[in-house]
């Protein structure tokens, strides 16, 4: 990231990372975060890991109790996943959180465990789905269409979505700008799951893919995090045509 003095965690054996000493080898189930902290003395950490839950809780226990102690502040990626027991509407940033799933659940967990600490020292980023051309997503419905396996649709679900690099831009400005407290990530407009899958396959020059059509509810329902109170400058802003342009591929 530019004009910044960055370091990472990384847990794999690729040997790019082992040999680039701005990267440091942090295992989530076996090591203590306290360690990597106290090498690098951040003043801000920005928390994309993944992992075991219950370990990634701990890690943020840690993390948090170290920023009390540093006045180092927390950047959280969060997920649209908290509002999943919302089914009518779209989401605001400071909507009450309800999940239904074990993995909004635990987001919202360490969203209120961060929410503990002074409004300057946290930033919780909601993101929907988030697409790019390295992405999981993108690379498993190129993988299925390779292999004409079904492609998951949810036709009455109703989303927005963005995309790696505006979420990278995002981040920049509310660093640069030391912004705090929630941010919702997510496109301006929403369209349906189907829809955005049929485009991005149509992009794929794929024009004979095999879908699986779920349906979990006959009535259309929202999965979808929309910002109202704290809204980023329009050029940070993205609307759903973007993230099919975006792509490249």
Same mark, same amino acid.
């Given at each position: ?16 990372? @082992?040999?680039?000493?701005? &990267? ?8 203590? !975060?306290? +360690?990597? %902290? *106290? /090498?690098? $003395? ?83 980023? @909601?993101?929907?789905?988030? &697409? ?8 498993? !419905?190129? +993988?299925? %269409? *390779? /292999?004409? $396996? ?100």
């Amino acid at each position: 990231m530019g004009y910044f003095d960055t370091y990472g965690t990384y847990n794999t054996p690729n040997e790019f990372f @082992r040999q680039n000493h701005q &990267f440091h080898q942090f295992n989530l189930e076996a090591d203590d !975060i306290f +360690e990597v %902290l *106290k /090498e690098i $003395k951040p003043s801000i950490v920005i928390s994309a890991i993944r992992g075991e839950f219950n370990s990634q809780v701990i890690m943020h226990q840690h993390l948090i109790e170290y920023a009390e102690l540093t006045k180092t502040k927390i950047i959280f990626l969060s997920s649209a996943n908290v509002f999943d027991a919302y089914s009518k509407f779209p989401s605001y940033e400071y909507d009450k959180t309800l999940s239904e799933s074990v993995y909004g659940r635990f987001k919202i967990k360490i969203e209120n465990m961060l929410m503990l600490l002074p409004k300057k020292q946290y930033t919780i980023l @909601r993101l929907p789905m988030v &697409f790019g051309v390295h992405s999981p997503r993108i690379k498993e !419905i190129q +993988e299925k %269409l *390779k /292999e004409k $396996k079904a492609i998951e649709l949810f036709p009455n679900l109703i989303i927005n979505a963005t995309t790696d690099e505006k979420v990278t831009q995002q981040i920049h400005y509310i660093i640069n700008r030391n912004k705090s407290g929630i941010f919702h990530l997510g496109s301006l407009d929403l369209l349906h799951h189907e829809e955005l899958i049929n485009d991005i396959v149509i992009h794929l020059n794929n024009h004979q893919p095999i879908y699986k059509r779920v349906y979990t509810t006959n009535d259309d329902r929202f999965l979808a995090v929309l910002p109202k109170e704290n809204m980023l400058p329009k050029n940070l802003q993205i609307k759903s045509e973007e993230i099919i342009n975006n792509l490249n591929l």
